[in-house]
């Protein structure tokens, strides 16, 4: 298995692979079950995709905001006399009007062949306030020795980006260092297959979902058919 290293300038970052909060930014606990509100942990694709990464956690103690007003970044926040010299105080500033970026020093190495990227935390995507900063994506080699500063992209006119104590503000997942792939149409007789293969699936979707499927309360049917595949397919390893 693949290790990634850290160390950091500030403890509160606290590095962890990423974990779904429920309750939380991931939902409720409400069961896949009929009237349930429907909540991101219940899709398993999104659920682990979420849980492929390492989260960092805002180290500070007060929250910053970050405004859009008259086209300008305002960021309002205690962050107190700089606690060592040399430090770019307060670690926030404007990168342009259209981002900004965050001091984080941040070391992740991976081994050989690997490299760290930066992504936006998956809370953003359940987020219904608009307020969860948005990380710039980013890939970073095994060789690059700290991660000296993140670069964010600034929030819409009147909008307020908020970094809050010991939320998640970012994740990372770890990539291979080259992306070397071809795209290329797929052939006529893998293309069937393929087909079949989704024929089935369909075919016999009562079958897979048998006992899973429940309506939510916006009316919406869901089943536990990819669910129970996933969970095969993991079994037969």
Known sequence: MPTVKYRMQHPGLRPRRTRL?????????????NGSHEY?????????????GIEIFY???????????????????????????GLQWPPFRSFGTAYYTYQILLDLKVEEGFAV?????PRFYTDA???????????????WPMMSFMVF????????HIFRPDEPFMQVTIVPAE???????????EAAEREMQARRIHASRSTLSA???????????????????????????
């Open 21 to 33: 909060e429920i309750p939380g930014w991931a939902g409720r606990p409400e069961p896949r079950a």
């Open 40 to 52: 991101a942990w219940h899709c398993v694709p999104f659920s682990e995709a979420a849980k492929g």
């Open 59 to 85: 180290p500070y103690e007060n929250e910053l905001h970050v405004t859009m007003q008259d086209g300008m970044l305002a960021f309002e926040g205690d962050f107190g006399p700089s606690p060592e010299p």
């Open 117 to 121: 990227k930066t992504e936006t935390h």
């Open 129 to 143: 306030t608009g307020t969860v900063p948005i990380a710039v994506p980013a890939v970073l080699r095994h060789w």
């Open 153 to 160: 992209k600034s929030p819409a006119e009147g909008q307020t």
């Open 179 to 189: 992306s070397e792939f071809e795209l290329v149409e797929m052939p006529e007789e």
């Open 211 to 237: 006992d899973s499927e429940w309506v939510s309360s916006t009316n919406t049917v869901f089943d536990g058919t990819y669910r129970r595949i996933v969970g095969a397919a993991k079994a037969s390893r």
